[in-house]
Nanobody, 126 residues
């Protein structure tokens, strides 16, 4: 069973940067499509970014495109979300999620996710 653990959250001033990590254990994360989501207080969960298991298909929400970068690292069995030019409206709990797409690497972001991490808090405030 795949387990996901997020790290890297914290408090930062507007314009700052953070790098979130999503580390998988129990399975090889390279065989999974992975997404990052966020949920702010009183708001619905929002998809932020996703990457296919092959790594060649990536999507970003319009609200973060050009500021956030998702990447995979097979050596650490992890997916990272580099966040730059952070804004107060980026404040939320960020969670990663994954769905198995096979050992051959599939070229799409999963429409649904089967495994979820606990989340990490990101606060952007002056």
């Amino acid at each position: 069973q795949l387990q996901l653990v997020e790290s890297g959250g914290g408090s930062v001033q507007p314009g700052g940067s953070l790098r979130l990590g999503c580390v998988g254990s129990g399975r090889t994360l390279a065989y999974y499509g992975v997404g990052w989501f966020r949920q702010a207080p009183g708001k619905e969960r929002e998809g932020v970014s996703c990457v296919s298991s092959s790594g060649d298909v990536i999507h970003y929400a319009d609200s973060v495109r050009g500021r956030f970068t998702i990447s995979r690292d097979s050596a650490t069995n992890a997916v990272y979300l580099q966040m730059s030019s952070l804004k107060p409206e980026d404040t939320a709990v960020y969670s990663c999620a994954a769905t198995y797409l096979g050992v051959n690497g599939d070229h799409y972001c999963p429409p649904t996710y089967d495994h979820w991490g606990q989340g990490t808090q990101v606060t952007v405030s002056s």
